[in-house]
């Protein structure tokens, strides 16, 4: 476990130094990569068209569960006794 704290702890002062030498960019100075805050965007962007569609079946999942009538559960007769 040490040594994966190690480990980010590195590659964190590493991607540290790169940005501050400009061999990865950061045009607005917020130590997060710009490749990196692109893919998150275009992520943010595939979840809100992915929630859209799973919002349309599930109303209309809704419709065709609305639309199955369950069948009645059978009475039970009344046999006439004759005596």
Partial sequence: ???FIIVIAIAAVALFIAIKTGKVKDANN???PDAIEEKVEEVVVKVKE???KVE???AVAEKAVKAVKTPKA???SKKSTKK
């Fill in 56 to 58: 349309k079946v599930k």
């Fill in 1 to 3: 476990m040490t040594t």
């Fill in 50 to 52: 992915v929630k859209a």
């Fill in 74 to 76: 059978p009475t039970a």
């Fill in 30 to 32: 917020n130590n997060i």
